[in-house]
């Protein structure tokens, strides 16, 4: 069974801060993907990375980070120097290769305060 | 380039009537998935077409049901509401399909049912 958790509901950080989103997910399948989303108020996600389960190299874009490692199934996600732009929902989610489906987390929402 | 446009954005049902929900992906995109947000559940994958066939469908019953046109555009269905499927449906379009692509979310379109 596939299964991402998303333990940390809701996070208040001040501006400049930095944060960590965890994620945990849970699968048996060797060929997946993990990706996060943000979801702002206006109610869309969007897109913020795609990582498959063959490359574990962290990726930085700007003041986000993420570090994926296999040994402990996490994929986390980091915001360096927060700002107020940055509150929303972030979603974690998993999508197994075989089965053509999506695996979202319970989200953190996170807000940042001036 | 246009974004995935949901209609209608807000909708007001009472139990018993039907529903139904129009997306219309990015051009080029020949994938649909199509999610439900409520605050208990969280985000649930409910099914994906492409190229106008289901490719697979998540954990809802038959009331819940959709097609595709040949343009790609969308349509979900809910038949004989019930209260609980007050929530906020999203719909995504990929150009890849859903188990390897970037996901391109729509603002969603809420219901409530009274």
């Known amino acids: 069974a596939q299964k991402v958790t998303q333990a940390q509901t809701e996070i208040s950080v001040v501006e400049k801060e930095d944060v960590t989103l965890d994620c945990v997910y849970e699968?048996?399948?060797?060929?997946?993907?993990l990706f996060w989303y943000k979801q702002p108020p206006s109610g869309e996600l969007v897109f913020l990375i795609r990582?498959?389960?063959?490359?574990?190299q962290n990726e930085i874009s700007g003041r986000y980070s993420w570090n994926f490692q296999k040994s402990t199934s996490s994929f986390n996600f980091t915001i360096t120097a927060s700002q107020v732009v940055d509150s929303a929902v972030y979603f974690c989610?998993?999508?197994?290769?075989?089965?053509?489906?999506?695996?979202f987390g319970s989200g953190t929402k996170l807000n940042v305060k001036p | 380039k246009a974004g995935v446009t949901q209609t209608p954005r807000y909708l007001i049902k009472t139990r018993g009537q039907q529903v139904t929900l129009s997306c219309s992906p990015i051009?080029?995109?020949?994938?649909v998935s199509w999610y439900q947000q409520t605050p208990g559940q969280g985000l649930q994958f409910l099914f994906e077409?492409?190229?106008?066939?289901?490719?697979n469908k998540g954990n809802f019953p038959g009331r819940f049901s959709g097609r595709q046109f040949s343009n790609s555009r969308s349509e979900m269905n809910v038949s004989t509401l019930e209260l609980g499927d007050s929530a906020l449906y999203l719909c995504?379009?990929?150009?890849?399909?859903?188990?390897?692509?970037?996901?391109?979310f729509g603002e969603g379109s809420r219901l409530t049912v009274l």
């Open positions: 699968t048996r399948d060797t060929t997946y993907y």
């Open positions: 989610a998993l999508s197994v290769y075989n089965f053509n489906k999506f695996y």
């Open positions: 995504a379009s990929s150009s890849t399909g859903t188990a390897t692509g970037e996901l391109f």
């Open positions: 990582r498959n389960s063959f490359d574990e």
């Open positions: 051009s080029g995109h020949r994938s």
């Open positions: 077409y492409f190229s106008e066939t289901q490719r």
